[in-house]
């Protein structure tokens, strides 16, 4: 069906085995709390009963386990191998929020992990540690309360040293040099010594980057050794408890991407130093085309839980959108056709509070999934092996002289509902005059009509198609310019039973 574009529509901007109710089989349904999203609420919630009252949120729902993180650079309670969050910077005391809430809750006598960890276990739900190997938020910002001192007064420990590099990651810490894989044996002793958990796990993904530039895969063996310690700690103190620790990593979505970047996750799986895997995008987008098949073929048979970040784009040169329920589903029905079938993992989902307290609540079987609204994204892979790697995965933005293909993954399609695809272009003088043709594995659109748009200034059109169009896995979504001047498309979905 042709459709011309006339008027813009305004738009509002192994551990723990305990079942989730969500989905007969699946063992896991993993909620990350970042480490400093608690931190920023009143203060008034920084007493023991609000902790509390914070896992009951979620206790008696489809959470199996809550990973908690204490540390960025600095941590959120009084350490004695690092520095803490409230701990002076240029001989004087931050006044984050963040900062200031984690020291009062210091002061009153409460580590809040402590809390969470014993009310975790008094309403079923499995507590774990999550430990960001290397994150590097704000390092160039002088003087920023979250770095650590250490890190400022030991340049030569960065991966570019001596701050001759540019962007965050080159300010990383470089896990080739002893002195830093000491520094966070350190507080991966006193993490696992301090708290009772069942596991923990070690954050790779935030940030990425370990290793010397250019040399990560000749490196790869660093990380391994480092998590062979990881595991050496975690079985004595094991021991010592009657019971084993789990650990986890969180790496790319690839195995061979992974490797690439110094976290041969595979060769960690098949030693038996990690109990559970989470592949992961990094932060610019949710990933909708990992797929279990690539891990299992390399040889990976623990646990598998995949994992997205709360929010989607097509590209880095395009504005990232918080999720919506029906992304989710999206993206829940796209990792379970991919072979996902141990569970989910959920990063950054709590702070859309209505949003984490929906999801958690809500059945999302696949029966379920088939009657609900579900958008399947044209997502990227945003990290790869390098910026050039991430850059051929991003197919938008694409100019339309003519014609452009798009394959979307879709999962397992429901039998019945609405079918229909969400297209938007880049707003442009001329667009009005622009005519455009869709169609879904080769059906032409049945109706075409105005979209609300889901970027600032772009233009949206929604293209409905025939019951049955669309089929399980990559679909094949065209967009053809019948008439008018050349447009560019930056955002790409097909919809199932979505009004």
């Known amino acids: 069906m042709k459709y011309a574009l006339v008027y813009v529509v ?31 609420q009143d203060a008034s919630l920084m007493t023991k009963q609000a902790l509390e009252n914070y896992i009951d949120s979620f206790a008696d729902t489809g959470v199996t386990h809550f990973f908690m993180c204490p540390n960025g650079q600095r ?33 009153d006598g409460i580590d809040p992990y402590s809390v969470w960890i014993a009310r975790c276990r008094e309403r079923g739900i499995s507590p774990w540690l999550t430990m960001r190997m290397n994150d590097v938020h704000f390092v160039t ?18 991966r570019v040293p001596n701050g001759a590099g540019g962007t965050w990651t080159d300010y990383a810490f470089d896990y080739s040099k002893p002195e830093v894989q000491k520094y966070s044996l350190a507080l991966v002793r006193e993490l696992l010594e301090r ?26 063996g660093v990380l391994t050794d480092f998590v062979r310690r990881v595991r050496e700690i975690a079985d004595e103190i094991g021991r010592e408890r009657g019971r084993r620790i789990g650990i986890c990593a969180r790496v790319p979505a690839e195995p061979d991407v992974g490797a690439w970047l110094g976290m041969d996750a595979v060769e960690w799986a098949k030693e038996g130093l990690v109990d559970m895997l989470v592949p992961s995008c990094f932060f610019s987008s949710a990933d909708f085309d990992m797929e279990a098949r690539s891990w299992r073929k390399a040889g990976v048979k623990i646990p598998l ?38 569970g989910l993992y959920f990063f950054n989902l709590v702070y859309s ?136 498309v930056e955002w790409a979905e097909i919809d199932f039973n979505l009004k």
């Open 141 to 158: 910002t002088k003087g920023y309360f979250r770095n650590m001192n250490y890190w400022r007064a030991n340049p030569q420990l960065w």
């Open 353 to 488: 509070p209505k949003l984490f307290a929906e999801l958690v609540r809500a059945d999302i079987s696949d029966s379920a999934l088939e009657r609900l609204p579900r958008r399947h994204v044209l997502s990227f892979r945003d990290y790869m092996e390098s910026p050039e790697a991430s850059r051929r995965m991003e197919r938008l933005p694409e100019k339309i002289s003519s014609r452009a293909e798009f394959a979307i993954q879709c999962g397992k399609v429901p039998p019945s509902g609405e079918v229909s695809a969400r297209v938007d272009f880049r707003d442009s003088p001329d667009f009005e005059k622009s005519v455009f043709e869709a169609s879904l594995n080769g059906g032409k659109a049945v109706r075409a009509e105005p979209a609300a748009p889901v970027g600032k200034g772009r233009r949206g059109a929604r293209f409905r198609f025939e019951p049955g169009s669309a089929r399980d896995g990559v679909n094949s979504l065209k967009i053809s310019l019948v008439s008018g001047a050349p447009q560019t």
């Open 195 to 220: 708290y009772d958990v069942d596991g923990l796990e070690l954050d790779w993904m935030r940030f990425c980057l370990h290793l010397t530039p250019g040399k990560s895969f000749e490196q790869r």
């Open 75 to 107: 941590t959120s309670y009084r350490t004695s191998v690092w520095e803490a969050m409230w701990d002076d910077v240029d001989g004087k005391p931050p006044t984050d929020i963040w900062a200031v809430n984690a020291k009062k809750l210091f002061d």
């Open 305 to 342: 839980l995949p994992a997205l970040d709360n929010g989607v784009c097509g590209s880095r040169r395009l504005r990232r959108i918080i999720m919506d329920r029906a992304m989710y589903n999206g993206w829940i029905a796209n990792m379970r056709y991919g072979g996902f079938s141990d």
């Open 10 to 40: 305004a738009f509002a901007c192994v551990c723990c085995g305990y079942v989730c109710g969500a989905e007969e089989g699946s063992k896991f349904f993993v909620i990350n709390e970042d480490n400093d999203h608690y931190f920023k």
